[in-house]
């Protein structure tokens, strides 16, 4: 089992993913391996909020070049996590 800390890489911070924490919607780098419950219990733990659903995703690399070289940037996981309503996450509001 992965600890619940290692689950949660990183907050998602783009535009895309600030309009859609506007509509309660928080969107996380995640471990490759996590599942959706696991994800759930972590952001539930972490942060103490109740998740309502999790939708996890692939991103693949994109093509890059360094020099004459070329190449592709790992792929990652996105989770994102639907809370109620009347639940923020703090961290992310700057509280």
Excluded at 61 to 87: C, D, F, H, M
Aim: hydrophobic share 40%; with cysteine; glycine share 6%.
């Amino acid at each position: 089992m992965i600890a619940y800390e290692n689950i949660l890489i990183e907050p998602v911070l783009s535009e895309k993913a600030n309009i859609m924490r506007e509509e309660g919607k928080y969107v996380f780098k995640v471990d490759p391996s996590a599942t959706k419950i696991q994800i759930k219990e972590a952001v539930r733990r972490l942060f103490n909020v109740h998740p309502i659903s999790c939708t996890v995703m692939v991103v693949g690399g994109k093509p890059k070049r360094q020099r004459y070289k070329a190449g592709y940037t790992s792929s990652w996981k996105k989770a994102i996590v639907r809370l109620p309503k009347n639940e923020k996450i703090g961290i992310f509001e700057g509280i």
